[in-house]
């Protein structure tokens, strides 16, 4: 073929989304508005749908016109949809309530225990997502053979086994019997003294640790988090693996893999470029979704290692029958979750061409 | 230079492919051989299962695990230096063999375009795979091509994705990734199929200039014995894998030996050419009445239909402002290509779309705002043929329960077993064994699957039949047979037909009159004979002049003909 | 055949199909849904479907024989001399599995606990398909705003953490504390709630392809009713896939009910054996060293959850031909018969209404969905494959 002479294009052209993504991350957005709607109506009315929260918590323990007064006083005894709407208007001011229980506002539990909860949901995911990539795409290079049958019966044993199964067995064999990693807590009683000379604690103790800038206590931190992160992180790897598995071999075995096949392309690049861009797209969305049942998995979890979190608050508060904060932790959840989602579904679409241009 | 003798490209000798299937072991080609001389388009032709695609494919070992192979093909570089045995092969020798020496062009073009990388960067890669590194000599490589495959304004659009191209212009560039890596022979597998009558001449043309500018090869596939005509020097014929014959084109068309090829030929529809159909006696069957004087069954006037658009899109105009009529056992033919609105107009008569615009009357029921129980009555008297015979029957129900559907909606009969008598006679109509009742659809081939659907749609004695591309999935002799009960039963039971294909050959063959439509629109509206033998509308003679016809020698002169009447239009 | 004809439109005489040899029926016994894919099943795949069906089949046993496995009530606190069990006893021949904090026997709670779980499985999942499916027929078939509306309550509760929902409906049915099978049907109700939508989406999704297939439009045509239509098309063509999501959902109702009993929002002691239960009791103990308490119940779920997740996970892959374990090309058995390359192909012919209703709907052209579960049917390759364009 002849050599041609062409004019190199400027690369920006490639950068520039169309007017059509943008409709999209809009409409998108909006989704997020109906979305928690329904969630806090559902759960508004479930929870309040056979009582109020004051007999439930403190029934038994009042007399029962001491009961009626409170009930009263926290308007308990106005009809339900006044207190739905009354419930709304809090909402919209980030008032969820006070508890029932130490009487706090469900608020500062948020702000206080969320960081927690973050931090080892963050970890939790680095776990998931280096395990169930990594695993998931050999397993599908290796698509029937022993090591495809090992992981694949690894990853429905990571799916199988209770969140809180696992963190006990973790504990038994790492805290108690081999006693090298600690078996509870988020650190040592030495570092929550260090933590409290911070004069602004982030509540992250990753970051609070380097802030302090002393090593001892940011290995405590991560010897304190080792544990559960792992066993929330390979909970959701279980399903990561099987997601990114079935997804690529999907797409390995679509029309354009042969097409490229069929030109001399290696089976390594067509297994890591050509079918693997495409196979991420539904692997992110899924994922999104996961990211948020990780959430769930974090209330067993952290009621397993005493990691005071959000999830451990709420079966504390569930425990105490304290239904205003169990109601304004399930919100709160359901607003990350909708959140989440979002940001997922952009992150797709900015993967799919078809959507951006 | 070369080994192989005759200095031919490539040699394939008794070639057996099977493939491991649930029932066992299947043989998909049983001892073929034939050469691929330099420089010359080969033309593989067969009917579906005729293994024909399997033999392309075997060609550069693009086989699926289950298949085992026995026989050789030899395949000599493009220099001639070299002799390769192919099918003894594997790993890194197979694949720089793949693409340089011989590369591939699909049926799809939708599904062979990876979605999310850009067009340029999948030419790239096959240049890439063969060692090429240089990122401004690559671009340029991926520039240049698509230049010469015709993609205009192939600087900028190097950059865009798959899904920003037509699908005419989705097959240039799977052709451009073939050409770039410059192989001796290029396998084109049924390039055509997926594509309309106008966009098919373009990429035949295409095609030929792979042979006459990058002297390569071309290998095509094809079941379609115009395009054969129109492009190939050499002609394989394949039957149930096997090769019955093979010679030039002039000798396969004008002194076929074998039976098959002839019976091939003979079944393939031409324009100009009237379906007769005699009864058992030998005489000619013919309507009794005369369609024009008869009463009108369908009337549109102005008829619109609109899809809504999705997201804050504007609404599709499907069908725009277009008025006809159909007369009690007139056929009337209506053409298009894909996404002219044809069908859509097929489904508003049928009642399955709603009329958004204008007026429909279909059999004395105005259909715009038409509610269905109004309509309900009327429908014993519409059948409807679907286009696909895989899915136009429940898999989970019988072929009588499934004809018998119509009689038991509409209370002629009260269950399957109590209609079981006339379901017989409704199969032996469309001339198919009795027995067949107890089958389940996929126990049917395509052919018999549209025979038993013309059965149920003909149940009731309708008197108006909708029939939306009936013949347009399967192979020309199944075709033949059945277009020939069709045009039986339209004599016999004097039904008012709509008859929808984008075949031009096949609806010459039974329309009185002809419709063509074209973006919603119709743009020609007569006499078949006229339409067909004095086409006024530039897109009618576009359409006629793109079909090719089923001779060589007349093809020449009708692609003299369009490539005059191309120039002219532009 | 009977109709004489010209044009010499004769086309090749293929008595391939009057051969096929289809009054030869597959037995009875193989057409059953699960015994079917295990004849299809291969290599690993085939390891992995009889392991699970071994699992799922030793826990209903155990779960049917229960009172005879069992040496103890799973209330019992002391043997038959009326003398108390001591509390937290190691693995002996008195109590093979050890006693717990409270004085339970564990294996016998254990065994207990897997007529519990399959109870509770079997009220979740029967609930679920049968408001899922009603749902998903009627949204998926009517469209409009109650689909909208549908659609959109059942994502947002499907994206939500099952287990946060689970303990909604627990506090809501029995406000947290369990009674006796008022317990259990407490779990198996609030894990319906949670599993709805997937049923709903999964046959919705399901509806909406085959209404738009030639068969329910050439039913439409006719004029058959909305109910025959539901009836006779949709509903059975719509819930083959069912039997994977019911396995999968299975094993995730147990999930669900262990993470309940964990949280204390399970099935009181007294009431029933519940293995969720059982492993919150034995945080403590495993603190002290403690391992029978948490080992054992924790294995039975591992172990049942396994069982009944790798029968749905096989019946996925074989579901899908694109994960399915191909047999290897052996020795050839058949004659030359129809193919195409690709044995999975779909038929190449574009249904242009399709095209057209794709252009309508996106004009930003055809997305190739990816698809994880398919109508493919393992028979019906092998048919076609018999009978495929003989004429």
């Given at each position: 073929m002849?050599?041609?002479?062409?004019?190199?294009?400027?690369?920006?052209?490639?950068?520039?989304?169309?007017s059509g993504f943008f409709r999209f991350v809009l409409t998108r957005f909006l989704l997020i508005i109906p979305t928690v709607f329904i969630l806090v109506t559902i759960v508004f009315f479930v929870m309040r749908a056979t009582g109020d929260p004051i007999s439930a918590a403190l029934g038994g323990r009042l007399t029962p016109e001491e009961l009626q007064k409170r009930i009263h006083a926290a308007g308990y005894d106005r009809p339900l949809i006044v207190q739905y709407l009354d419930y709304l208007g809090g909402l919209l001011h980030g008032d969820l309530g006070t508890t029932l229980t130490d009487n706090q506002k469900v608020i500062t539990i948020l702000t206080r225990y969320g960081a927690a909860t973050f931090e080892l949901a963050f970890l939790a995911l680095i776990v998931a997502l280096v395990v169930g990539i990594g695993l998931g795409r050999i397993a599908a290079r290796r698509r029937d053979r022993a090591a495809d049958a090992g992981i694949r019966t690894f990853a429905i044993l990571c799916y199988a086994t209770p969140v809180f199964f696992l963190g006990l067995i973790l504990k038994l064999i790492f805290a108690i019997w081999l006693n090298v990693l600690p078996a509870s807590g988020r650190s040592s009683l030495g570092s929550e003294m260090e933590f409290s000379r911070l004069v602004s604690p982030t509540g992250f103790y990753i970051i609070d640790a380097l802030q302090l800038g002393d090593m001892n206590v940011l290995v405590d931190v991560l010897r304190h988090a080792v544990l559960p992160a792992l066993a929330l992180g390979l909970l959701t790897a279980g399903v990561f693996i099987r997601l990114v598995r079935t997804n690529v071999i999907s797409t390995y075995t679509s029309g354009y893999i042969e097409a490229a096949r069929s030109r001399g392309v290696s089976e390594k690049r067509l297994l890591n470029k050509h079918a693997w861009k495409p196979a991420l797209i539904p692997i992110i969305t899924v994922m999104g979704m996961q990211i948020a049942l990780m959430l769930a998995g974090a209330v067993l979890t952290e009621t397993t290692f005493e990691w005071k979190g959000l999830g451990f608050m709420l079966s504390q508060y569930l425990k105490a029958r304290d239904f205003v904060a169990v109601q304004g932790i399930v919100i709160l959840i359901a607003i990350i979750v909708a959140v989440v989602n979002f940001i997922v579904d952009v992150i797709a679409a900015l993967v799919d061409p078809r959507v951006r241009y | 230079m070369s080994e192989i003798g005759n200095g031919n490209l490539a040699e394939i000798k008794d070639l057996s492919v099977s493939f491991m299937t649930d029932a066992g072991s299947i043989k998909a080609i049983d001892g073929i051989s034939f050469e691929i001389p330099r420089k010359k388009v080969i033309g593989v032709v067969g009917e579906s299962g005729s293994g024909k695609s399997v033999t392309a494919r075997s060609i550069i070992k693009l086989l699926p695990e289950t298949a085992t192979t026995s026989g050789v093909i030899y395949l000599s570089n493009r220099a001639g230096s070299e002799k390769l045995d192919v099918l003894s092969l594997s790993g890194e020798q197979l694949r720089e063999m793949r693409g340089s020496e011989a590369a591939m062009v699909f049926q799809e073009p939708n599904s062979v375009l990876n979605p999310v990388y850009t067009i340029g960067w999948q030419i790239e890669e096959g240049l890439r795979a063969h060692g090429m590194k240089d990122k401004k000599e690559l671009r340029a490589k991926a520039v240049d091509i698509l230049k010469k495959v015709g993609i205009p304004d192939a600087e900028t659009r190097v950059d865009y994705y798959p899904h920003q191209f037509s699908g005419g212009q989705k097959q240039r560039i799977v052709i451009a990734m073939a050409l770039v890596l410059n192989p001796g022979l290029i396998l084109a597998d049924e390039p055509t199929t997926a594509l309309d009558v106008t966009v098919q001449a373009e990429i035949l043309d295409l095609l030929r200039l792979a042979r006459d500018e990058f002297n390569a090869s071309v290998l095509i596939i094809t079941h379609n014995m115009g395009v054969i005509a129109d492009i190939a020097d050499e002609v394989v014929v394949m039957y149930r894998g096997h090769v019955v014959e093979q010679g030039d084109v002039e000798q396969i068309f004008y002194s076929p030996k074998d039976d098959y090829t002839k019976r091939l030929l003979g079944a393939v529809p031409r324009i100009g050419q009237r379906l007769v159909v005699r009864d058992d006696e030998g005489k000619v069957i013919e309507r009794k009445k005369d369609w024009r004087e008869q009463p009108v069954a369908v009337e549109a006037k102005g008829l619109t239909i609109t899809y809504p658009g999705h997201l804050m899109q504007p609404d599709f105009t499907a069908v725009d402002g277009i008025d006809f009529t159909i007369h009690r056992s007139e056929v009337l033919g209506l053409v298009g290509e894909s996404g002219s609105g044809k069908s859509t107009t097929g489904r508003a008569i049928a009642g399955l779309q709603k009329v958004s615009g204008g007026s429909l009357n279909v059999l004395g029921i105005e259909m715009n705002g038409v509610r269905e129980r109004t309509f309900k009555p009327k429908r014993a008297d519409i059948g409807f043929v679907f286009q696909d015979p895989g899915s136009s029957f429940n898999p989970l129900m019988t072929i009588a329960e499934n004809v018998a559907e119509p009689l038991i909606v509409h209370g002629k009969y009260s269950s399957v077993a109590d209609a079981r008598h006339y379901v017989g006679d409704l199969l032996e109509m469309v001339q198919l064994p009795r027995a067949y009742m107890k089958r389940f659809p996929h126990e049917l081939s395509g052919g018999q699957r549209q025979r038993a659907s013309l059965a149920r749609a003909l149940a009731l004695k309708p008197s108006l039949l909708i029939a939306d591309e009936p013949t347009s999935a399967l192979d020309v002799s199944v075709q033949a047979k059945v277009l020939e009960l069709f045009k039986k039963l339209q004599v016999d039971i004097g039904f008012a037909c709509l008859f929808i294909t984008h075949d031009l050959a096949v609806v010459d063959m039974l329309a009185d009159r002809i419709m063509v439509m074209h973006k919603g629109k119709i743009v020609e509206h007569g006499e078949a004979d006229q339409i067909m033998q004095h086409p006024q509308n530039p897109y009618t003679q576009k359409l006629l002049a793109s079909l090719p016809v089923p001779d060589p020698r007349e093809q020449r002169e009708h692609r003299e003909h369009l490539h005059e009447l191309l120039a002219a239009q532009q | 055949m009977t109709a004489a004809s010209t044009n010499n439109v004769t086309v090749p005489v293929d008595d391939r199909l009057d051969k096929l040899d289809i009054d030869k029926k597959t037995p009875l016994w193989r057409r059953i849904p699960i015994i079917k894919e295990l004849h299809v099943a291969v290599g690993w795949q085939k390891g992995m479907l009889i392991t699970g069906l071994v699992l799922t089949a030793f826990f209903l046993l155990v779960a049917i024989f229960a009172p005879m496995i069992a040496p103890y009530g799973y209330a019992q606190l002391k043997d038959s001399n009326g003398v108390s069990f001591p509390a937290q006893a190691a693995p002996s021949s008195e109590h093979v599995w050890g006693t717990t904090a409270g004085g339970y026997d564990v294996f016998s709670r254990v065994v207990w606990g897997a007529r519990t779980a399959v109870i509770a499985i079997v009220v979740a999942v029967l609930l679920s398909i049968f408001a899922g499916v009603l749902l998903g027929l009627v949204s998926g078939y009517f469209g409009g705003w109650i689909d909208r509306v549908l659609v959109m309550v059942a994502d947002a509760v499907y994206s939500f953490p099952s287990l946060l929902l689970a303990i909604l409906m627990a506090i809501m049915i029995s406000h947290g504390q369990s009674g006796l099978w008022s317990g259990i049907f407490a779990s198996g109700i609030s894990i319906t709630v949670v599993y709805i939508p997937q049923y709903f989406r999964t046959i919705r999704a399901e509806v909406i392809r085959i209404k738009e297939s030639a068969y329910v439009e050439s039913a439409r045509v006719v004029g058959a009713s909305t109910w025959r239509i539901m009836t006779k098309h949709l509903f059975k063509n719509s819930t083959r896939t069912l039997p994977v999501i019911l396995t999968l959902n299975s094993s995730e109702a147990i999930?669900?009910?262990?993470?309940?009993?964990?949280?204390?929002?399970?099935?009181?002691?007294?009431?029933?054996?519940?293995?969720?239960?059982?492993?919150?009791?034995?945080?403590?103990?495993?603190?002290?060293?403690?391992?029978?308490?948490?080992?054992?119940?924790?294995?039975?779920?591992?172990?049942?959850?396994?069982?009944?997740?790798?029968?749905?996970?096989?019946?996925?892959?074989?579901?899908?031909?694109?994960?399915?374990t191909r047999k290897s090309a052996g020795e050839v058995v058949g004659a030359i018969e129809d193919t195409s390359v690709d044995p999975n192909g779909k038929p190449g012919a574009r249904n242009e209404v399709m095209a057209e209703l794709a252009a309508a709907r996106n004009p930003m052209g055809a997305l190739d969905d990816p698809v994880t579960v398919t109508d493919y049917d393992p028979s019906f390759i092998a048919s076609e494959w018999g009978s495929k364009e003989g004429e």
């Open positions: 002849t050599q041609s002479a062409t004019v190199a294009q400027p690369k920006a052209k490639r950068n520039k989304l169309s | - | 999930l669900t009910l262990a993470g309940l009993g964990f949280l204390g929002f399970g099935i009181e002691p007294t009431a029933a054996a519940e293995w969720g239960y059982d492993l919150n009791r034995s945080v403590s103990d495993v603190t002290a060293g403690i391992w029978w308490t948490a080992v054992f119940p924790g294995i039975a779920i591992v172990l049942i959850v396994l069982g009944i997740t790798l029968v749905g996970e096989s019946l996925n892959d074989l579901a899908d031909p694109r994960l399915r």
